[in-house]
């Protein structure tokens, strides 16, 4: 018999991954009201969820668990988006089609990117470190990607690590730009969307003149 139908397409998950799912959805909806994580019950999460609070213990200790699988869940999928965009394209190419990417995934999970772009400061410690663990997880992919297709050779690994961490950091920041994006305005999207490709481009540019042994002004 067909599984029902459930939000967001989960509806052919098994029952277990299903009901954890829900819990995270909840949640998510829970913020999009305004909430802070923090200030989030597991009892109303699990009621908004339809859950029984028993429940809620079968696939996370405490709110800050949940909390950590919503951040690295989304880090996941994004990772795997930008790193096929990154496969094998001309370097403009690959900055454009990066971009459009992320801004579609931001697009799609304007949820769940409000949550983890508000809890990069946020209250949890707990969620705070998840942050900080897919930042770097997102600086490494990057990093290695650029060396298997020798864009930036003369750097050192340390000197491009710094790089690929400022291109993250912008697109953090250009996330909050993108979100507080008023609806049904296009001329403002394309606006600061071109603005975010030319960051990335003077951050590249800056690059192909950097040297280890430049020192750092005083």
């Known amino acids: 018999m067909a599984s029902p ?21 909840a949640a998510l909806r829970l913020m999009g009201q305004g909430r802070g994580f923090t200030s989030l019950g597991l009892r109303e999460v699990s009621r908004e969820a339809g859950i029984a609070p028993a429940g809620f213990y079968r696939h996370f200790r405490d709110m800050d668990e949940l909390g950590l699988a919503l951040v690295e869940e989304g880090g996941r999928a994004l990772r795997q988006l930008l790193r096929e965009a990154r496969s094998g394209l001309p370097n403009d190419d690959m900055i454009r089609r990066s971009v459009k990417i992320y801004r579609d995934y931001i697009a799609h999970h304007r949820l769940e990117m409000l949550f983890i772009v508000g809890e990069r400061s946020g209250g949890s410690r707990v969620v705070r470190d998840g942050v900080r663990r897919e930042i770097s997880h997102f600086v490494t992919d990057m ?21 690929c961490g400022l291109v993250v950091n912008t697109m953090l920041f250009a ?21 975010f490709v030319r960051q990335l481009r003077v951050i590249f540019l800056g690059a192909q003149r950097w040297r280890d042994d430049i020192p750092a002004a005083a």
């Open 5 to 25: 139908e459930l939000v967001s397409g989960v509806s052919r998950e098994p029952r277990g991954l299903r009901t954890r799912v829900l819990l995270q959805q």
């Open 143 to 163: 990093a290695h990607d650029l060396r298997q297709l020798n864009f930036l050779p003369a750097l050192s690994t340390p000197a491009l690590q710094m790089v």
């Open 175 to 195: 996330a909050s730009d993108i979100l507080d994006l008023p609806p049904q305005q296009p001329r403002a999207e394309a606006e600061l969307i071109g603005d």
